[in-house]
T-cell receptor, first 106, second 113 residues
Framework: GIQVEQSPPDLILQEGANSTLRCNFSDSVNNLQWFHQNPWGQLINLFYIPSGTKQNGRLSATTVATERYSLLYISSSQTTDSGVYFCGGSNYKLTFGKGTLLTVNP | DTGVSQDPRHKITKRGQNVTFRCDPISEHNRLYWYRQTLGQGPEFLTYFQNEAQLEKSRLLSDRFSAERPKGSFSTLEIQRTEQGDSAMYLC???????????FGSGTRLTVV
């Protein structure tokens, strides 16, 4: 099956800083999504982005399908951005990476 | 639509007991997925349905686990003869089609004592 590798595993930022999270896939996928897991455990869908670039407020994502990776950009980070960020890719069911634990300090 | 609902939110059970979880997907979504997540790990795929048909079961799903989606609406996940290793967060998600974005529920946290 598809292997998903996320980096970095942990990231600590000061409020206002920018960050980039990366997701690599072992094989091509036609369904790629980014999620934020809040402290209560719920996964919130941030982007459905099999290719190209999308932006939503301070967050944006880029997927380069031919090179099998995706990037999530967080600008002007806030403490509420803290949590675990997961990417998942699939051809019919999502396989997730181990996540990036982001801590944003005030 | 209120999104994907899961019930209960928490379940504590004694080893050897049976437990059943329920998931109500977004009504227009025809695909429903069950995942399991343990501490420090990403969600692991268990099974998925397209309408009422169960199309795949992970090898993680031993014969003590069974899932149903009668009439292609809500789904149940039953674990028989629970073991301590079953303790985890059980997550349900739905999507409109094969390549649609997933919407996850809040999960059911199972603790087997």
């Amino acid at each position: 099956g598809i292997q998903v590798e996320q980096s970095p595993p942990d990231l600590i930022l000061q409020e206002g800083a920018n960050s980039t999270l990366r997701c690599n896939f072992s094989d091509s996928v036609n369904n790629l999504q980014w999620f934020h897991q809040n402290p209560w455990g719920q996964l919130i869908n941030l982007f459905y982005i099999p290719s190209g670039t999308k932006q939503n407020g301070r967050l944006s994502a880029t997927t380069v399908a031919t090179e099998r990776y995706s990037l999530l950009y967080i600008s002007s980070s806030q403490t509420t951005d803290s949590g675990v960020y997961f990417c998942g890719g699939s051809n019919y069911k999502l396989t997730f990476g181990k996540g990036t634990l982001l801590t944003v300090n005030p | 639509d209120t999104g994907v609902s899961q019930d209960p939110r928490h379940k504590i059970t004694k080893r050897g007991q049976n437990v059943t979880f329920r998931c109500d997907p977004i009504s227009e979504h025809n695909r429903l997925y069950w995942y399991r997540q343990t501490l420090g790990q990403g969600p692991e795929f268990l099974t998925y349905f397209q309408n009422e048909a169960q199309l795949e079961k992970s090898r993680l799903l031993s014969d003590r686990f069974s899932a149903e989606r009668p009439k292609g609406s809500f789904s149940t996940l039953e674990i028989q003869r629970t073991e301590q290793g079953d303790s985890a967060m059980y997550l349900c998600a739905s999507s409109q089609d094969r390549e649609g974005g997933y919407t996850f529920g809040s999960g059911t946290r199972l603790t087997v004592v």
